[in-house]
C-alpha cells in the first residue's frame, strides 16, 4: 500500500510528527497535499519519467514533496541541504530539474544557483515567497508553496504512475553522480522489488513507530521512511539530531523502529550515565544502522547497552549489492557486514583477479539493481568491469571462511608506506572510542622516505585542549592497539570535522592540504 490507500483505510492515523515543532500530520492530510504536488507538477508539463528536485532541511512539507514524485513517475532529487549555490546548480543542471522545492533557510543559496540553471522555471518555497531572500532569476517564478498547491484538487490525478528518488553519490571523488534505476510502468501501489526485501528482512509492519534522526535527502532514511508509510506506521521526524532528545523520543513515543549512522551511536554513548539510563528504550525492536564503518568497541557497547536488537547492513546508493546481519551473527563475526543477500559479491585485486579469502581487495558485484549514472556515461563505464558484468564503488574489504563481508576502506584512501598497503578506517576506528575524541580522521601524508605516513585529524571533546601532550597521549593510545605501522606519526587537532550528518567524512579537503604542491600522491 502507499499513503493514498492507507488516508481511505485509517485517514486519521498520524503518517508523520515533527520531532521539536510537534507538528502531526494524518495519512488524510498527507495524501491531500501529495495530490496537490502532484496536480502542481503535472500542471507545471512534468509527466512521467520528467526530472523535479528537493532542496530543504527536515520539515513537515519534506515527505509530501517526495510522495508527490512517487504517484506521478517522476524521477525527484533530494539534495544535501549543506551545499552551496554551485555545487546544487551542478545537480540541478545535471539532473534536468525544471522544478525545485526549497525552504526559506535554504533559498538564499537556491536562488543563486538557479540563476545558473536556466531549465528552473518553477521555485516552491516552504515558509515563504523569498522576497527578502535576494534577487529572484528572470526565468524562473518564486512562489510560496503552501498557497501554490492550495490551487489544485486534492484528489488524485488521472493518470497515477510509480515514481521514484535519483539520488546523487556524495561527490567524495569528484563530481556528484546521479544514480538513476529503471522505472517500471506501474501504479503506486506497486513499489520497487527492494522495498518487499526489505520489508521482510527488517520486519516492519502496520502499528509500528520509526524514529528518523537523519537528513532525508540521505537514500537510507528517506527508503525507511517510506517503507514506514507504505505499511501505515507513524514516522518521528528529527529536525536535527540530539543524542539526549533521540532517547526522550523512544520513550516518549514508544519507539519500535530506527535507523541511525555510528557517529550517533558514539554521541549517544558519551552521555553521563544518569542521563543514558534516564529513558526507557524498552519499546525498540530494531535498530538498524549502515553509511560508514563502525568501530567494534562501539557496536559492543550499544549491544551490551540497547540488547540483541542491533541490525547492520551494507549497501551504496548504486544498489550493486546487499550485505546484513543480526546482532548474533555479527557477535560470531566481530566487525563483519554481514553476509550477501542481494547480488553476487566478488573480492578482486587491481588485476581484477580473485583475492584469498581472508585478504583485501576491491569489493565488485554482479549487480543486483541495474543502474547507470545520469547523463554520466564516462563514470558509468568507469564504474564497471571491463565485460559490463560487474560493478563497484571503489570500496575495500574481505571476506572470512564463512563468506562475511568486512570493510577496510575505500580504495582512494588507502596509504602506501615503505611498500605496505594501510586501510586507515582500524585506526579511525580505534580513535574514536578514546573518551577525549569527538571525532577521527585518519589518510597518507607525503614522507620522503616512505613515500606516505599516517597522518590523523582530531576533533577532541569539548574542553579538550589541543596540546602536545594530548597529541602524544593519542599515539599512545593507539601503539597500545594496533601495530605500529598503522598508527599516525603525527596528530592535528581541527574545531569541527568536515562530517555531513549522514555520517559520510569528507576526508579529501582534509588531506588536499598536505599535499599541496605536488603533482601526484603516488610517491
Known amino acids: 500500500m502507499y499513503a493514498g490507500e492507507h488516508a481511505r483505510a485509517h485517514p486519521d492515523r498520524p503518517a508523520f510528527v515533527m520531532a521539536t515543532s510537534g507538528v502531526s500530520v494524518t495519512y488524510a492530510e498527507l495524501d491531500a497535499r501529495a495530490n496537490r504536488l502532484a496536480h502542481l507538477l503535472r500542471a507545471h508539463g512534468l509527466q512521467r519519467l520528467g ?44 539532473s534536468e530539474s525544471r522544478l525545485l522545492v526549497t525552504s526559506a533557510a535554504k533559498l538564499e543559496v537556491a536562488l543563486r544557483a538557479i540563476a545558473q540553471c536556466p531549465a528552473v522555471t518553477l521555485c516552491l518555497v516552504v515558509g515563504g515567497d523569498g522576497a527578502k531572500a535576494g534577487p529572484t532569476p ?8 503552501a498557497t501554490e498547491i492550495a490551487r489544485h484538487p486534492a484528489t488524485p490525478i488521472a493518470d497515477e504512475r510509480l515514481g521514484t528518488p535519483m539520488l546523487y553519490s556524495s561527490g567524495t571523488t569528484g563530481r556528484p553522480k546521479g544514480v538513476l534505476r529503471p522505472l517500471p510502468d506501474n501504479p503506486p501501489s ?55 532528545q533521540y532517547l526522550m523520543l523512544v520513550e516518549k513515543h514508544r519507539v519500535t523502529h530506527t535507523q541511525l549512522v555510528p557517529t550517533m551511536f558514539s554521541r549517544m554513548l558519551k552521555l553521563p550515565e ?84 581472508g585478504q583485501p581487495g576491491e569489493i565488485w558485484f554482479k549487480t543486483a539493481s541495474p543502474f547507470e549514472y545520469f547523463n554520466d556515461p564516462e563514470r558509468t563505464q568507469q564504474a564497471r ?22 570493510l577496510t576502506d575505500r580504495s582512494t584512501f588507502m596509504i602506501i608506506s615503505g611498500g605496505v598497503n594501510i586501510y586507515p578506517q582500524e585506526c579511525e576506528n580505534l580513535l574514536i572510542t578514546h573518551p577525549k575524541v569527538a571525532d577521527a580522521a585518519v589518510f597518507g601524508v607525503p ?77
Not at 138 to 145: I, T
Not at 324 to 334: G, K, S, Y
Not at 496 to 520: N, V
Open 138 to 145: 528572470a526565468h524562473c517564478r518564486v512562489v510560496d508553496y
Open 51 to 94: 526530472h523535479y528536485s528537493i532542496f530543504m532541511e527536515n520539515n513537515e512539507r519534506f515527505i509530501e514533496a517526495c510522495g508527490a514524485g512517487e504517484r506521478t513517475g517522476l524521477y525527484y532529487t533530494c539534495i544535501n541541504s549543506y551545499l552551496t549555490a554551485d555545487e546544487l546548480a551542478y545537480i540541478l543542471q545535471n
Open 385 to 406: 568491469s571491463p565485460d559490463g558484468t560487474m560493478s563497484t564503488v571503489g570500496d575495500v574489504g574481505y571476506v572470512d571462511d564463512d563468506g562475511f563481508l568486512y
Open 274 to 357: 544518569p542521563v543514558r539510563r534516564r529513558y526507557d528504550l524498552s519499546s525498540l525492536e530494531i535498530a538498524i544502522h549502515a553509511a560508514a564503518p563502525c568501530p567494534a568497541q562501539v557496536k559492543e557497547q550499544m549491544i551490551a547497552w540497547w540488547g540483541p536488537i542491533v541490525h547492520e547492513y551494507y549497501g551504496a546508493t548504486e544498489g550493486l549489492g546487499f550485505t546484513a546481519c543480526d546482532t548474533p551473527e555479527w557477535l560470531a563475526h566481530r566487525g563483519s557486514v554481514g553476509k550477501v543477500m542481494l547480488g553476487d559479491l566478488h573480492i578482486l585485486d587491481e588485476d581484477m583477479k580473485p583475492v584469498p579469502k
Open 447 to 523: 614522507n620522503e622516505d616512505l613515500g606516505e605516513e599516517v597522518k590523523a585529524v582530531i576533533q577532541t571533546m569539548p574542553g579538550v585542549p589541543h596540546s602536545p601532550e594530548m597529541a602524544a597521549e593519542l599515539v599512545a593510545f593507539c601503539r597500545e592497539h594496533l601495530a605500529s605501522i598503522k598508527c599516525p606519526r603525527s596528530i592535528d587537532f581541527i574545531d569541527a570535522m568536515p562530517r555531513l550528518p549522514t555520517g559520510k567524512l569528507y576526508k579529501k579537503p582534509l588531506r588536499e592540504k598536505y599535499w599541496a604542491g605536488h603533482r601526484s600522491r603516488i610517491v
Open 190 to 244: 506497486e513499489p520497487l522489488p527492494l522495498f518487499h526485501f526489505l520489508n521482510k528482512l527488517w520486519r516492519y509492519r502496520a502499528d509500528m513507530v520509526y524514529l528518523s534522526p537523519a537528513p532525508m535527502y540521505h537514500s537510507a532514511p528517506q527508503a525507511a521512511v517510506s517503507l514506514t508509510l507504505r505499511n501505515g506506521g507513524t514516522v518521528i521526524v528529527m529536525e536535527h539530531f540530539d543524542p539526549e
